[in-house]
């Protein structure tokens, strides 16, 4: 009965592969983030999606596609995997997509590594 | 430049000392919030502090949100091994949809 579930928790590829990130979540939150956590540790918003729609686009590589196929669902598909790429990806939801007062959800976390 | 600025960056204490995380910006919040994140695991919320002077309190937890809505602070009192882990602070930027994030503080507590 996990909250909000990634897979997978890591995932090792070579530079220049396509690799995918699934997200889910059970909460019925209409809102849904990836975030990047470099190896220092700093937590960045990289996408959000309210509702399927696409509500925040920071400053990514146009490698990186987000695809929300219902509001239960975030994937994260990147295109030719760069060293620089390496981190650790955060799905998050909450239930409205104002952050003020509310609480977002975080995933477990999956590691990539790219070589 | 990050909006919220946290120190100190590392924090290692002895079981049972009392210790403060610190969360300072030059920007007004309307709110913050603090998160704890283990190893290997998403972060976690803690509290939401809303009106300036707030002071919230969770067990040996206490928070403070500053008057100005600039700072807040994070207090562990009597600590625990358990309490190990990095602690966040975030609070929303002029849009509401995005949460901005402090580089953290990472504290561990040795038994």
């Known amino acids: 009965d996990t909250a909000v579930s990634q897979t997978p928790k890591y995932l090792v590829t070579q530079m220049g592969n396509d690799k995918s990130i699934k997200c889910e979540q059970n ?3 209409d809102t849904m983030y990836w975030y990047k956590q470099d190896s220092k540790k700093f937590l960045k918003i990289m996408f959000s999606y309210n509702n399927k729609e696409l509500i925040i686009n920071e400053t990514v590589p146009n490698r990186f596609s987000p695809k929300s196929p219902d509001k239960a669902h975030l994937n994260l598909h990147i ?11 955060f799905c998050a939801s909450s239930q409205v997509g104002g952050v003020g007062l509310v609480e977002q959800f ?10 | 430049t990050q909006l919220l600025e946290q120190s100190p960056q590392f924090l290692s204490i002895q079981e049972g000392e009392n210790l403060t995380v610190y969360c300072n910006s030059s920007s007004v919040f309307s709110s913050l919030q603090w998160y704890r994140q283990e190893p290997g695991e998403g972060p976690v919320l803690l509290v939401t ?7 919230k309190k969770l067990k040996r937890l206490t928070f403070q949100f500053g008057d100005a809505r600039k700072d807040s602070s994070l207090h562990i009192t ?6 190990t882990g990095l602690y966040l602070c975030a609070g ?16 561990t507590v040795r038994a």
Do not use: C, I, W
Request: without cysteine.
């Open chain 1, 106 to 115: 975080f995933g477990p976390g999956t590691r990539l590594t790219v070589l």
């Open chain 2, 92 to 107: 929303p930027q002029a849009n509401d949809y995005k949460l901005s994030f402090g580089a953290g503080t990472t504290v």
């Open chain 2, 49 to 55: 502090v809303v009106t300036g002077g707030e002071v």
């Open chain 2, 78 to 83: 009597a600590a625990q091994p358990g309490d």
């Open chain 1, 79 to 89: 295109n030719s995997l760069e060293l620089g790429d390496s981190a650790v990806y």
């Open chain 1, 27 to 29: 909460l019925g939150h």
